[in-house]
């Protein structure tokens, strides 16, 4: 779309739609509200953007939004709703937030004294504690909260300070101010959904985004990372995402920052505390890790001081916080001044640690215990909203509760009165979204962040909104009938383009991006295993079903090479074994679609997503969306019943076709590196399985001619066998290709000889000359392959083969993937580590 100076007649058009879209939009009295002033006149940021809008007609628009719900679901932006099993697609207002440059400015400032003063109180807290001894903060609000993790007073953090990010909750008051909500110190989220949104907006309208002056994004990501980088020890550090795992809510943000910023995203699991310094898990064993930038709760982070029962965090890391081997972003304990009981104290502590007042006020907050406060709380009861004081929770509003409710509420608040806190009812500001054509306005909470650097805090311009579909809510966490917006700060001139990509000509120049970690390689590995195990069912599915509708009269469904078939998806635990007796349509039926069955087409596709979940941070957009398209095989409402043999064939080979297109993409843009090699290695193993099982079963030495043929389909080998032998099928010639043929890439010599090279290039623990565990059963594997006599080969043959392919995955797993055991530290001769 050009947004070159329009004529007349398309001014007219554009003001006729804008007209139309804001026809009938009317905020609730007395609520501030983004598009319109209080006079009701429409801000001027919205008059800028609106007619650019209007510059599209609905087809284009509808076009523009269906292309940024489609980028969502194909790059699997997803988020988790506490107790949800499955993910859900990030929804993402069509329209972003606007706001002025100068109001930005206001925030700003807001912010970063806000992020500046909460510092200073964790400071004192974990330090000195003067301003519970001056009696500025009671000790019971210290006390009481179960953040205040006592573990972490008078350790001095390393990095020398609590605070590495930091985000708040902001809306609009009555009179128009930007009030804070609530402060975000534990581990605060959403940055990366920011990020994303950005992206998404963006891409569906860059020539209206580019207009806007649009504030970037990438400078406020730079300054964090160099902030973190410059608290460690070393000039290079190696700075390590700690995540809960693929369940956590916002696990999807949590790789995708990982992959934007360079870091290792990282499980408790990959982590080893020792005296004095953090090591991460790799392939060539442990190494450094000097930042951990935290997205697991503090009360998780060391099982051994803190939560016993946390397998999220690492042993002993508070130990080796306090000898200064690693920083912590942010502090343990930080989430200390998330309580809303702090909130009442805040316009004090500004006055007595800064001498000034908050630029930004936070709602106005009673704390119940203290005496003052609760009599005026009991008094008014009904004007307020009644909350926890220490933890997370919805607001209750008395003045709504029937009376036996209400009764509990005062039974509840007389007896622990310390535990509740009274705020003003907040009715939260508008902002407009596309809705049936129009604009209408609806209640948002916009998150801020903000970055330590070694020149002082700095805000992102913009952060991300959350909009509520009800018109009348409060509070808004994602969840059903809440979606985020972007967020635009406009400039009042044009904004250069920047990214992440560092224009520094001293730059050190890299090939290899560092070892490893072995979580990372444990995925890779079983990937490339799970996708090939796929392949191999499917085309077990597609031979069937072309077996079956290729016959005609009594011998449907019949016959001994489709017994052979039937057999091995049973084998495979790609059916239950319930259908031993059964026919091959019921056969295949269930093997695309039972829940049940470990092997079926349902569960393997599920695994591979699961995995590759596990370490998205490590796959590119495009990987995803091909690794989403066979996700598509399948679905929850899939029914046994229906699934005839022609949909099995058509899926099968759908499914075939997007495995070969991420075997193309790994091929071809994957750097030759470890990762590569892994996700090769567990392909290349289970495909070599595949072949020794193919071959006892349809390459025995009674096998017919239907036999043989189908074990051509199955390895995909027909041309080749057919280009050389002009005598039609015959076992030996068969049995070479399939097992020991090293010219033809689906063989298992084929296989056997890739995974040698990929044995070779690995690192290795020890430097002392003397082969490792794989690389010797490898070696010995290869030489049986290559040496054996191609005729004399028969089951019995590729039977041990097989059992020495088994044998070499066990090795592998035991050298290089993370057990509960302590990592195994490398050696040189000289003894040094």
Not at 765 to 780: A, F, N, S
């Amino acid at each position: 779309m050009g947004l070159a100076k329009q004529d007349e007649p398309s001014s007219r058009l554009a003001a006729a739609r804008v007209a139309t879209w804001t026809a009938g939009y009317a905020p609730l009295p007395g609520i501030p509200d983004e598009l319109t002033d209080r006079g009701g006149k429409i801000r001027p940021a919205w008059k800028r953007f609106l007619p650019l809008m209007a510059a599209m007609d609905e087809e284009e628009m509808r076009a523009r939004f269906a292309a940024a719900d489609r980028h969502i679901r194909e790059a699997g932006v997803s988020f988790r709703v506490y107790g949800d099993e499955s993910e859900r697609v990030w929804p993402l207002s069509h329209l972003p937030l606007l706001l002025e440059e100068g109001e930005w400015q206001e925030i700003t400032a807001g912010i970063v004294q806000r992020a500046g003063l909460l510092e200073i109180i964790l400071k004192d807290l974990y330090g000195k504690a003067d301003l519970v001894t001056s009696g500025a903060l009671p000790a019971a609000v210290v006390t009481g909260s179960r953040e205040f993790l006592r573990p972490m007073v008078g350790l001095n953090p390393p990095g020398g300070r609590y605070l590495h990010i930091y985000a708040a909750d902001l809306g609009r008051g009555p009179d128009g101010r930007w009030w804070i909500l609530d402060d975000r110190a534990q581990a605060p989220s959403g940055a990366g959904y920011a990020l994303e949104n950005r992206l998404v907006q963006s891409r569906a309208f860059p020539a209206v985004y580019n207009s806007m002056n649009v504030q970037r994004l990438a400078p406020f990501f730079s300054a964090f990372r160099a902030g973190l980088a410059q608290t460690a020890k070393r000039s290079e550090p190696r700075i390590c995402l700690l995540t809960p795992g693929i369940y956590s809510e916002t696990y999807f943000e949590q790789a995708h920052l990982a992959r934007y910023l360079g870091f290792d995203l990282v499980e408790g699991d990959d982590l080893v505390a020792s005296a004095d310094r953090a090591h991460l898990r790799t392939i060539a064993g442990p190494k450094r890790a000097d930042i951990i930038l935290r997205r697991v709760d503090s009360d998780f982070i060391d099982p051994l001081e803190l939560n016993s029962t946390s397998h999220l965090g690492a042993a002993g890391l508070l130990e080796t916080m306090r000898a200064g081997g690693v920083v912590v972003a942010n502090m343990p304990g930080s989430g200390l001044i998330e309580m809303r009981a702090l909130l009442s104290f805040m316009p004090a502590l500004a006055e007595k640690l800064l001498g000034e007042p908050l630029r930004l006020p936070n709602t106005a907050t009673w704390w119940c215990g203290q005496t003052k406060e609760r009599q005026k709380v009991e008094a008014e009861l009904d004007a307020l909203a009644i909350a926890p004081a220490f933890t997370g929770g919805p607001h209750i509003l008395p003045a709504e509760l029937d009376a036996p409710a209400k009764a509990r509420l005062r039974r509840q608040f007389k007896d622990r009165p310390m535990d509740f806190v009274a705020q003003e009812v907040v009715r939260l500001s508008t902002t407009p979204i596309w809705a049936d054509g129009r604009l209408s306005p609806k209640p948002f909470v916009l998150r801020v962040y903000a970055a330590a650097t070694a020149q002082g805090w700095t805000v992102m311009p913009g952060g991300f909104a959350r909009i509520s579909e009800k018109a009348d809510a409060r509070a808004i966490s994602m969840g059903a009938g809440v979606r985020s917006a972007d967020v635009w700060v406009l400039s009042s001139k044009p904004v250069e383009r920047v990214s992440l990509l560092t224009s520094g000509e001293h730059t050190r120049v890299r090939r290899l991006t560092g070892p490893l970690p072995s979580r990372a390689a444990d995925n890779l590995f079983w990937l490339g295993r799970y996708l090939e195990r796929l392949e191999g069912t499917l085309r077990l599915v597609r031979t069937a079903c072309a077996s079956v509708m290729e016959s005609d009269g009594p011998r449907h469904g019949e016959g001994a090479t489709l017994e052979h078939l039937h057999h091995l998806l049973i084998t495979w635990e790609a059916a239950p074994r319930a259908l031993l007796e059964a026919t091959a349509p019921e056969v295949v039926a269930a093997v695309m679609v039972n829940r049940e069955a470990m092997g079926s087409v349902y569960n393997l596709v599920a695994a591979a997503r699961r995995t590759a979940s596990g370490m998205r941070e490590r796959l590119s957009p495009d990987a995803w969306r091909v690794l989403g398209d066979i996700a598509q095989l399948t679905s929850r409402d899939d029914d046994a019943v229906r699934m005839t043999e022609t949909e099995a064939l058509a899926r099968a080979d759908r499914g075939l076709q997007a495995l070969a297109a991420f075997s193309g993409l790994a091929q071809e843009n994957m750097n030759r590196a470890a990762g590569w090699r892994f996700l090769d290695i567990g392909r290349r193993l289970e495909r070599a399985i595949h072949c020794c099982q193919y071959m006892q079963i349809f390459a025995r030495e009674d096998a017919g001619l239907d036999d043989l043929d189908v074990l051509l389909d199955l390895i995909d080998s027909q041309i080749i066998y057919r280009s050389r032998y002009m005598g039609g099928l015959a076992l030996a010639p068969v049995r070479d290709l399939v097992l020991l043929d090293p010219f033809n890439p689906r063989s298992a010599a084929f296989q056997i000889r890739q995974l040698k090279e990929h044995m070779e290039a690995l690192p290795r623990l020890h430097e002392d000359g003397v082969l490792e565990e794989p690389q010797r059963v490898v070696i010995r594997l290869a030489a049986a392959v290559e040496t054996v006599d191609g005729i004399a080969i028969g089951t019995e043959g590729a039977k041990e083969i097989e059992a020495e392919i088994l044998h070499l995955s066990d090795a592998i797993a035991e050298r290089f993937f993370p057990h509960r055991a302590p990592a195994k530290r490398p050696y040189r001769i000289d003894g040094s580590a």
